[in-house]
């Protein structure tokens, strides 16, 4: 099982980021025409170096409205972190006008992962325990709960003898489609919906959670939620997607 708060899962290369040091954390950080600072596109990913598979696991680096940090100064001050993009208090910003992120959901995720223990493991799982009714009966508090956190990861997580898949890296934004093609899914399942209305409905997801993206882009993240999710759920979406013709037969 990972050491909660310390371990990681790198956004870019699948592998565990060690320790706190060997951790980065990126997004970016811009502002509008009006001066309003927006930030989006948090990601969790090695140190140049530390990653086993890959020379450079950072995608930002490159970018001018990049901002970033090792995890091993954000940690330890990872409320205050939080809330700079909450509001950044009548110091700085005497009218409040808005938070600073662009995507909530995607960031609560990011909140989560830095301040909740066990909650970086167990949301690799996190698809497959609510297609599997784990949630049910749970209100928002106990769904984050470590102990609740640590049954999803011994169901479904390798460490604890279950019979789920290994750690496998989930952005933000990853999470939230593969979570939300469950339901389409199952929705379009039971009603026996059009397969041309199932492709339209799965590609005005995608853009809404990702933008445009074109076929290839689409199908990229398609199969990246998909591979999060248990056989099962894999099994509703193979046999319902078969019928489209369209992308993954």
Not at 49 to 76: F, M, N, W
Not at 79 to 104: N, T, Y
Not at 135 to 151: C, K, N, Q, V
Not at 217 to 229: I, Y
Request: with cysteine; aromatic share 12%.
């Amino acid at each position: 099982m990972l050491k909660p708060l310390h371990h990681y899962v790198c956004d870019t290369c699948s592998d565990i980021i060690q320790t706190p040091e060997e951790g980065w954390l990126e997004w970016k950080d811009g502002a509008d025409k009006n001066g309003m600072r927006f930030a989006h596109s948090f990601r969790f990913c090695h140190v140049a170096g530390a990653s086993q598979r890959r020379k450079v696991c950072q995608t930002h680096y490159r970018d001018a409205d990049v901002s970033d940090s090792y995890l091993s100064e954000i940690l330890p001050r990872s409320p205050a972190f939080i809330f700079s993009f909450l509001g950044v208090g009548h110091l700085h910003e005497p009218e409040l006008h808005r938070q600073r992120v662009v995507d909530m959901r995607a960031f609560l995720d990011v909140a989560r992962r830095l301040t909740i223990p066990h909650y970086e493991e167990a949301r690799q799982f996190w698809a497959d325990a609510e297609h599997d009714g784990m949630f049910e009966g749970r209100h928002e508090y106990s769904t984050y709960a470590p102990d609740f956190l640590i049954s999803i990861i011994e169901r479904y997580g390798p460490y604890g003898g279950g019979p789920g898949p290994k750690v496998v890296p989930v952005s933000g934004e990853v999470l939230v489609f593969a979570e939300r093609l469950i339901s389409l899914f199952a929705n379009h399942d039971s009603a026996r919906a059009a397969p041309s209305h199932l492709v339209k409905d799965v590609k005005v997801l995608g853009e809404e959670i990702f933008g445009k993206l074109g076929d290839k882009g689409m199908r990229d993240v398609f199969d990246a939620a998909e591979a999060s999710l248990t056989e099962s759920a894999r099994n509703l979406i193979d046999r319902t997607w078969s019928g489209t013709g369209y992308w993954i037969a």
